[in-house]
């Protein structure tokens, strides 16, 4: 069964803390991102790696870091810098661009609560 | 900002009647393409217009895109209550430095009672 896979589904952070975020796929996709979604807002880009080993910031990229070692896996690490952590984290995958037609397949989030 | 932008923020309509959701946005695109979110769940792509193409079907789905008033609609015909859910748009535009971005905009909350 294709798709992307996240865990946990939720996660509690403590003050002070770093946390990690799992994202998995297996839909063999190039490209993989990761957004934050706040209570009734859209979502933001917080960073987006388009091939192993490189990976570019996005729009909130500022208390996060992420890695990219293997191709089917894009780890988001919250760290304790980011000091508002708590929202509903999406990871996206999709083949890379061709001719800016690609769709992002979504996988079901983690929601992150501080304690 | 280049976001889109929904409208309605929310709508709540009877089962069978159409509903009906715009996007507005501010620069020129690509493309437009709208998604669908279960209430705590991720996004489902539904359908994707081209920047050169007026209107889209996919079953009980109509896609239009006026690039000159930089809005497109979605009609969802014959509502049922599986519709429910938030519904976004995203545009996918060439930012400064000629990268490729897909913003998305805050949705629409779609209610469809019984």
């Keep these: 069964d294709g798709g992307i ?31 934050r979604q706040d209570p009734g ?19 909130i990229a500022e208390g996060y870091s992420v890695s990219r070692e293997k191709k ?24 890379l661009w061709i001719r800016g037609e690609e769709t992002q397949y979504f996988g079901p989030g983690t ?5 | 900002s280049q976001q889109g932008e929904e409208d309605p923020q929310a709508l709540s309509i009877q ?17 437009l393409q709208w998604y669908r979110q279960n209430s705590g769940r991720g996004l489902v792509h539904l359908i994707l217009i081209r920047s050169n193409e007026r209107e889209k079907h996919s079953g009980r789905l109509r896609v239009t895109l006026d690039t000159s008033k930089k809005s497109s609609s979605l009609l969802i015909t014959a509502s049922r209550a599986a519709d429910t859910a938030s519904y976004f748009c995203a545009t996918r535009f060439i930012a400064q430095g000629g990268s490729e971005k897909l913003v998305f905009g805050k949705g629409t909350k779609l209610t469809v009672n019984p």
């Design chain 2, 15 to 31: 089962e069978g009647e159409n509903a009906t959701m715009n996007c507005s946005y501010k620069t020129s695109i690509n493309n």
């Design chain 1, 72 to 95: 089917e896996s894009f780890p988001l690490t919250v760290t304790s810098a980011q000091k508002n952590p708590t929202a509903f984290y999406l990871c996206a995958s999709s083949i």
């Design chain 1, 5 to 35: 896979t996240q865990s946990p589904k939720y996660l509690f952070r403590k003050e002070g803390q770093n946390v990690t975020l799992s994202c998995e796929q297996n839909l063999n996709h190039d490209a993989m991102y990761w957004y």
């Design chain 1, 41 to 59: 807002q859209g979502l933001r880009l917080i960073y987006y790696s388009q091939i192993v080993n490189d990976f570019q910031k996005g729009d």
């Design chain 1, 111 to 115: 929601r992150l609560l501080v304690l």
